[in-house]
């Protein structure tokens, strides 16, 4: 199968204060519908009144997608958001900043700050989500480099 057109959504993946995930596309948000081993079902969160979807590979790649809204995007305040890298790495962005996990443990994750060799901002995350010793004042600007997944059509 020829790819015909490569259009890019920027997904950003994120957790509500219950735990649940959600994805936010172009300002509206998604819960998963469904899940399977090989793919992830999205629904707008206004599913009574909107039918726009979309469906990713277990690797984060948009194989379906139908994202026109008849509503305005919800609002909403993000504390803190999670991608993947080109190495398939989990990253934090906190404020615009990206972290890395630089240690785990059975009860807590350290993120430091990806500009190791300057920068000692850093913060304890408890695995149900809470923040603790967030020291997030940076010595540079936030990375520019923009995180997205592609869709295939």
């Known amino acids: ?21 959600l994805a936010i596309c172009h300002g509206y948000t998604f819960y998963c519908l469904r899940q399977t081993k090989v793919t992830q079902h999205w629904q707008c969160t206004m599913w009574g009144k ?6 990713t590979s277990a690797e984060g790649v948009i194989k379906t997608a139908r994202i026109q809204h008849p509503h305005l ?4 305040k993000i504390i803190m958001t999670f991608v993947r890298n080109q190495l398939g790495k989990t990253l934090a962005i906190l404020y615009g900043y990206t972290f890395y996990v630089h240690k785990a443990s059975s009860t807590t994750l ?3 700050c990806t500009n190791t060799g300057v920068c000692k901002a850093r913060f304890i995350q408890s695995l149900d ?17 923009i995180y997205q997944l592609s869709l295939k059509l």
């Open 110 to 112: 350290r993120w430091q």
């Open 1 to 21: 199968m020829k790819i015909k057109l490569l259009a890019h959504f920027l997904i950003t993946f994120v957790r509500k204060g219950c735990g649940k995930r």
């Open 73 to 76: 995007p919800p609002k909403y």
């Open 50 to 55: 909107c039918r726009a979807k979309f469906s």
């Open 129 to 145: 989500g809470g923040l603790r010793n967030v020291s997030v004042v940076h010595t540079h600007k936030p990375p520019i480099k």
